[in-house]
């Protein structure tokens, strides 16, 4: 079946750049997606990418998809101690329900 | 344009007790998803709606959960009789068909 997979825990110093990376098994998956959830909140689209791209970048935020190897990584640069939170891996075939990772927990040292 | 609207924000219940959520998507939004998020995971599909109709209960434990939409916007949500297990973070969704979910800011319940 889909399954999503993402390492659990990031540490990173305020100002480095943090990178969290996901892999996924549904090849037939055509968007894949990170959400971003802090303490007691919902969940926060940051950014998209289509399956058809490799690359995709939004102010702080890069997406680098390798699909051959069903692989995604969110790049965040210059990271601030307000991007602490857990990001989530997620895919989809569009109208359809998201499948999320486990989430991954970012904390950012001052 | 407001968000996707979520009560009650928490709730605690005793087991075999029954509770209601409730989900008001962004107006216009024809999709309607019900994701349950158990602590230290990531959200997993409930149920989705397209307008009034279920397109995926799969995953729904039909013995004890029911959603409606009546007329094709707002939501219920309810666990009869809840368990422990239950506990977790009851989280909607919307979208108007195509990619992308706006999540609202979830009801966290806690059965004791």
């Known amino acids: 079946g889909e399954d999503v997979e993402q390492s659990l825990f990031l540490s990173v110093r305020e100002g480095d750049s943090s990178v969290i990376n996901c892999t996924y098994t549904d090849s037939s998956s055509t968007y894949l997606y990170w959400y971003k959830q802090e303490p007691g909140a919902g969940l926060q689209l940051l950014t998209y990418i289509f399956s058809n791209m490799d690359m995709k970048q939004d102010q702080r935020l890069t997406v680098l998809l390798n699909k051959k190897d069903k692989h995604l990584s969110l790049r965040i640069a210059d990271t601030q101690t307000g991007d602490s939170a857990i990001y989530f891996c997620a895919e989809s075939q569009g109208n359809t329900p998201l499948v999320f990772g486990k989430g991954t927990r970012l904390s950012v040292i001052a | 344009e407001a968000g996707v609207a979520q009560s009650p924000r928490y709730k605690i219940i005793e087991k075999r007790q029954s509770v209601a959520f409730w989900c008001n998507p962004i107006s216009g939004h024809a999709t309607l998803y019900w994701y349950q998020q158990i602590l230290g995971q990531g959200p997993k599909l409930l149920i989705q709606f397209q307008n009034n109709g279920v397109v995926d209960d799969s995953q729904l434990p039909k013995d004890r959960f029911s959603a409606e939409r009546l007329k094709g916007v707002d939501s219920t949500l309810k666990i009869q009789p809840a368990k422990l297990e239950d506990s977790a973070v009851y989280l909607c969704?919307?979208?108007?068909?195509?990619?992308?979910?706006?999540f609202g800011p979830g009801t966290r319940l806690l059965v004791l």
């Open positions: 969704a919307s979208s108007w068909g195509g990619e992308t979910q706006y």
